[in-house]
């Protein structure tokens, strides 16, 4: 059955920035915005975006949030809005599972550092979002709580792993939402379902609190409707001010485009809406130009042997005692990383330095570098290979990290945007990436794109019947 | 049981598969890092947390 591929504009406000700003101002309630969320929750239960929601909860939190506002406290940018948090991530009195059986059961004491600063903000928890187990996997189809779907088409995967936090934010479901990236994990699912996703740099918000998968490279960040959203929640994770030149425009900046990688074997509809993309923003007087990375083709193996190993020492115990409690892919890949030869990593970390100086010099050229996000739009769910090429089919997990590895190896951030779709209205995603602590040049970026284009403004329309959950 | 891995039977197939995708792979990256003659390029451990944008909240 297909699902929606509607191109709904919104209906009320366009993004959290614009709610938030509705909440404060009195046009509505955080109770009545939450319970609005619950509803596209219910309504979408289907498309298996969360593990658990938390509803009495939300709507308790909900209810104080006004009565805070109504005595003239409000605590932050994020005041009363609804978000969602990957089940990976530590929420305190609530089971923390990371979609696995081996950590199921397991209720942290406490909420992750980054679950503190979105409830300081004044965020409304509203559940935990569905994932690839232990977020090794890109599609989120998981044995142990159920199928995610993408909400464009439901026989399609939402990508992942955080495929769960992505189909809540494009349904509604929450106005944004916590993901973790490793390989993609935030950025794929962004580009699939059509929202907006940043993989900030390396180590500018903590980790604390989360399952991890390769700890060399792990991140968490925001999940939302537009590239300002997406400023707010990370200036929220990271204590930081706010953007101060998030409108200044893109008159100027200079855009690169990867000699013989940003637009090489990818799908003609992804090609189409990066170019559209960077057709767009050099009429907003941006400047495009070539970028070399003579060794940007090793990404992917360096990318998958890190990848592989450091899961595989993380979970070597639990693999050796209790192998039957992980799903059979995940189980797999465990046990590959554990046999590749030390030397293998080895060199995958060493060649990370060489593409990190790389990705440097070319980033003295120009200030954002252009990809896609992914060379694909949404393959079928149970899909184990995709055709980027008629005729070829390649394995999916390498295929979907394409683009991804670029950053996810050399610690900078990068912003997924959406910037189109294919003939059957499946969204697109292009990839922006910048220097390591240059999110503000990423967000200015999309920030101008995403004032011209609407892209980022359409929503999937609920189908006529969305499947039960088993 | 193989290798003390825990795999077995079940998976042993799916593994041996998985690593003869990989392990050629990594032929660019060690071409790569054979052009480093002079240099001990050293592994990557971490990245150290960057100055925040914007500074202090």
Known sequence: ?470 | MVDGTGADDDVEAEVRELLAQWLPMAAAVDERLAGERFRAVAPVTAFPAPPRAGGPA
């Open chain 1, 1 to 470: 059955m297909s699902g929606a591929g509607g191109a709904d504009g919104p209906v009320g406000p366009a993004d959290l920035v614009d709610v938030a700003a509705d909440i404060a101002a009195g046009r509505t309630t955080s109770r009545a915005v939450v319970e609005a969320s619950l509803d596209r929750a219910r309504e979408w239960a289907g498309a298996g975006a969360f593990t658990h929601v938390f509803a009495q909860d939300a709507v308790r939190a909900a209810e104080g949030m006004d009565l805070l506002l109504a005595a003239g406290h409000r605590l932050g940018p994020l005041h009363g809005v609804p978000v969602a948090v990957k089940d990976n991530i530590a929420v305190a009195g609530r089971p923390t599972a990371a979609g696995s059986a081996v950590l199921a059961g397991e209720v942290p004491a406490e909420d992750a550092p980054v679950v503190r600063a979105l409830r300081s903000a004044g965020a409304v928890v509203v559940g935990h979002t569905a994932m690839h187990e232990f977020a090794w996997g890109g599609t989120s189809d998981n044995p142990h709580t159920g199928t995610v779907r993408n909400p464009w088409d439901l026989t399609r995967t939402p990508a992942g792993s955080s495929g769960g936090s992505g189909v809540a934010v494009a349904v509604g479901a929450c106005w944004a939402a916590l993901g973790t990236d490793t390989g993609g994990s935030i950025r794929l699912p962004s580009a699939v379902n059509g929202v907006t996703g940043l993989r900030p740099t390396t180590g500018s918000i903590a980790v604390d609190g989360i399952v991890p998968l390769a700890w060399s490279m792990d991140t968490v960040g925001p999940m939302a409707r537009s590239a300002r959203d997406c400023a707010v929640l990370t200036a929220v994770l990271t204590g930081s001010a706010p953007s101060a030149r998030l409108h200044d425009g893109v008159d100027g900046l200079r855009l690169g485009v990867v000699d013989g990688y940003s637009l090489e074997h990818v799908q003609a509809p992804v090609a189409a809406g990066v170019t559209g993309l960077l057709d767009a923003l050099r009429g907003l007087g941006a400047l495009v130009r070539a970028v070399g990375l003579p060794d940007v083709e090793g990404n992917l193996s360096a990318q998958l042997t890190v990848e592989a190993a450091e899961p595989s020492a993380y979970h070597h115990r639990w693999l050796r005692e209790r192998p039957g409690d992980y799903g059979r892919d995940v189980r797999v890949l465990l046990e590959a990383g554990a046999r590749l030869p030390a030397t293998s990593y080895l060199q995958a970390q060493r060649y990370r330095a060489v593409l990190r100086e790389q990705l440097l010099r070319a980033l003295e050229d120009v200030d954002v570098v252009v990809t896609p996000t992914l060379p694909f739009t949404a393959t079928p769910v149970g899909a184990t290979h995709v055709e980027v090429e008629p005729g070829r089919p390649e394995p999916l997990l390498g295929a979907f990290m394409r683009f991804t590895g670029l950053p996810s190896l050399t610690g900078a951030p990068a912003l997924s945007v959406p910037c189109g779709t294919d003939a059957d209205g499946l969204p697109v995603g292009a990839q922006l990436i910048a220097r390591p602590g240059g999110e503000d040049v990423l967000f200015r970026t999309a920030a101008a794109f995403q004032a011209v284009t609407g892209h980022h403004l359409r929503r999937p329309a609920l189908p006529a019947a969305v499947p039960v959950p088993a």
